[in-house]
Each structure stands twice: as structure tokens, then as C-alpha cells.
């Protein structure tokens, strides 16, 4: 990292986060239309307070028990998603045996290999991509919609993170179970997913990894009852809850500091 941030700083983590990104834009694995979705993104997390609320745990449970329930569970990864939690995707992969594939809305086979290797570098084994026989999600036009046969295409559980809603519909649609990481619970994404973890990539996906070891003891029974018991329209819920009450916090004391 070029710029040298201080662990001191109120908000190191946010920075750091950042200076990721640019450094990502300059490799050509972040698109500039990537840096303007985490700026939308961080907006959200500043009103949630930065930090991973009880229902993202639950969703983050519901995944869990996903990851263990699933034949085939893939974890589809962007650009911004690759520049932000490398090291985190490394750790879901080993601990679900879960494979990862490259998905990009702003496609080039360049920019697939690119991210490929950013992955890879950060010890993620198992990625599809550039090589991989490709097909097409039935309804969908865009790049997002050219994915692995081996990969997503024959997925019974996809997790993605830093989402357009287009591509989530279209792969609940196809019979997906679909489990998003957006932190705007007003995105078409979150509401079309069938779990949505309101939270920060990074923080997201370390939820995930905790839950899975916890709940890899269970048998499948158990872990059926957490996925049938999971409502994700009450997630939604208590996280507009959650950003109500902070708003109302800070119009009542004039800060959220």
C-alpha cells in the first residue's frame, strides 16, 4: 500500500479498505463504475454503524448451514469483492471446499485472468473462470449472464457479494438458492435474494467462515431447521429497523459520533 495509515485513525479499517480499491482500479481488476458501488455501499455501513448487527449473524448462520447442507455450493466473486476480501474468500474456500468464480458485469477475458490471479495470490485454489466451458443463466443478457457449466451453472447455492439485482433474480429464477452480502437492504439484490447479509464484505464473509465451523458438528436435521426457520424478509426488517433508529438517534442528539 502506497499511503501509510495509522491504526490510531477513527476509521482505519474504511481506509484501508479504500486505498485497496484504488490499488485494485490500477491493476485493471476494479472497474471506475466499482469505486462509485463502494461509495454507495459505505454510505449504508456508516449508518449501521460499521459494524455487524445481530441479523446479519443470522443470515450469515442460514449461509453457513447452506455451505454444509449444498451438493454443489459456488462462491461468485467480482472485482470489488476480490480487491476487498482476498485473504476472507481464501478462508470460506478452505473451510466449505466451496469453488470460487470470476463473475463480472464489465467483462473482459483480461480482466477475468486479472482477477483470477488476485484470487490465486491470496491462496484461493479453486477458481473458475477464464477456462472454464461456459453457458449462459436463461433470461439474462448481460455478461453476467455467461457463467461455468462446472461453476455456477450447476450450483445449488451460490454466495455473491457486491451484487446487481438483475443477475440474483435471474439465478433464484433458475433455482438457485442465492445468498447476497449488501449492505443497501433497499437494493433490488437484497430483496431478491434469498439471504441477504446486511453487512460489509469483508466482516460479511468472516461471519460466514465462523459460522460454518461452528455448525459443521450438527447433522443435517439441525441444519435443515436453521435454513426453514430463517425469514429473510424479517432480516430486511430489523436492518430498516436498525437504520431507522439511528437516524432517529441522530436527529434527536444532532450526531452519530
Given at each position: 500500500?502506497?499511503?501509510?495509515?495509522?491504526r490510531s485513525?477513527?476509521?482505519?479499517?474504511?481506509?484501508?479498505?479504500?486505498?485497496?480499491?484504488?490499488?485494485?482500479?490500477?491493476?485493471?481488476?476494479?472497474?471506475?463504475?466499482?469505486?462509485?458501488?463502494?461509495?454507495?455501499?459505505?454510505?449504508?455501513?456508516?449508518?449501521?454503524?460499521?459494524?455487524?448487527?445481530?441479523?446479519?449473524?443470522?443470515?450469515?448462520?442460514?449461509?453457513?448451514?447452506?455451505?454444509?447442507?449444498?451438493?454443489?455450493?459456488?462462491?461468485?466473486?467480482?472485482?470489488?469483492?476480490?480487491?476487498?476480501?482476498?485473504?476472507?474468500?481464501?478462508?470460506?474456500?478452505?473451510?466449505?471446499?466451496?469453488p470460487v468464480?470470476?463473475?463480472?458485469?464489465?467483462?473482459?477475458e483480461e480482466?477475468?485472468?486479472?482477477?483470477?490471479?488476485?484470487?490465486?495470490?491470496?491462496?484461493?485454489?479453486?477458481?473458475?473462470?477464464?477456462?472454464?466451458?461456459?453457458?449462459?443463466?436463461?433470461?439474462?443478457?448481460?455478461?453476467?449472464?455467461?457463467?461455468?457449466?462446472?461453476?455456477?451453472?450447476?450450483?445449488?447455492?451460490?454466495?455473491?457479494?457486491?451484487?446487481?439485482?438483475?443477475?440474483?433474480?435471474?439465478?433464484?429464477?433458475?433455482?438457485?438458492?442465492?445468498?447476497?452480502?449488501?449492505?443497501?437492504?433497499?437494493?433490488?439484490?437484497?430483496?431478491?435474494?434469498?439471504?441477504?447479509?446486511?453487512?460489509?464484505?469483508?466482516?460479511?464473509?468472516?461471519?460466514?467462515?465462523?459460522?460454518?465451523?461452528?455448525?459443521?458438528?450438527?447433522?443435517?436435521?439441525?441444519?435443515?431447521?436453521?435454513?426453514?426457520?430463517?425469514?429473510?424478509?424479517?432480516?430486511?426488517?430489523?436492518?430498516?429497523?436498525?437504520?431507522?433508529?439511528?437516524?432517529?438517534?441522530?436527529?434527536?442528539?444532532?450526531?452519530?459520533?
Open positions: 500500500m502506497e499511503f501509510e495509515i495509522p485513525h477513527p476509521r482505519y479499517h474504511s481506509l484501508v479498505a479504500r486505498e485497496k480499491l484504488v490499488e485494485a482500479f490500477k491493476k485493471g481488476v476494479v472497474v471506475p463504475q466499482g469505486l462509485i458501488a463502494h461509495g454507495r455501499g459505505e454510505c449504508f455501513d456508516y449508518l449501521l454503524g460499521e459494524r455487524s448487527h445481530d441479523f446479519a449473524v443470522e443470515a450469515a448462520r442460514a449461509a453457513a448451514a447452506w455451505f454444509l447442507l449444498a451438493r454443489r455450493p459456488v462462491i461468485s466473486v467480482n472485482g470489488n469483492y476480490a480487491a476487498l476480501a482476498a485473504e476472507e474468500i481464501r478462508e470460506l474456500q478452505e473451510v466449505t471446499g466451496a468464480e470470476v463473475n463480472i458485469f464489465y467483462r473482459t480482466r477475468v485472468r486479472l482477477i483470477e490471479e488476485e484470487l490465486r495470490a491470496a491462496g484461493v485454489r479453486k477458481v473458475l473462470g477464464s477456462g472454464c466451458e461456459k453457458t449462459r443463466v436463461p433470461g439474462l443478457e448481460s455478461p453476467r449472464g455467461i457463467v461455468c457449466r462446472d461453476g455456477i451453472a450447476s450450483a445449488d447455492f451460490v454466495l455473491l457479494a457486491i451484487e446487481d439485482g438483475d443477475r440474483t433474480e435471474a439465478l433464484v429464477r433458475w433455482g438457485k438458492t442465492v445468498a447476497a452480502i449488501d449492505l443497501n437492504p433497499f437494493s433490488r439484490t437484497a430483496q431478491k435474494a434469498s439471504i441477504t447479509i446486511v453487512d460489509e464484505a469483508v466482516r460479511a464473509t468472516k461471519l460466514i467462515v465462523r459460522e460454518v465451523e461452528r455448525l459443521r458438528s450438527l447433522d443435517k436435521s439441525n441444519l435443515k431447521q436453521i435454513i426453514s426457520s430463517y425469514d429473510n424478509k424479517k432480516v430486511l426488517a430489523r436492518a430498516f429497523k436498525a437504520i431507522m433508529e439511528r437516524l432517529k438517534e441522530a436527529a434527536e442528539k444532532g450526531s452519530l459520533i
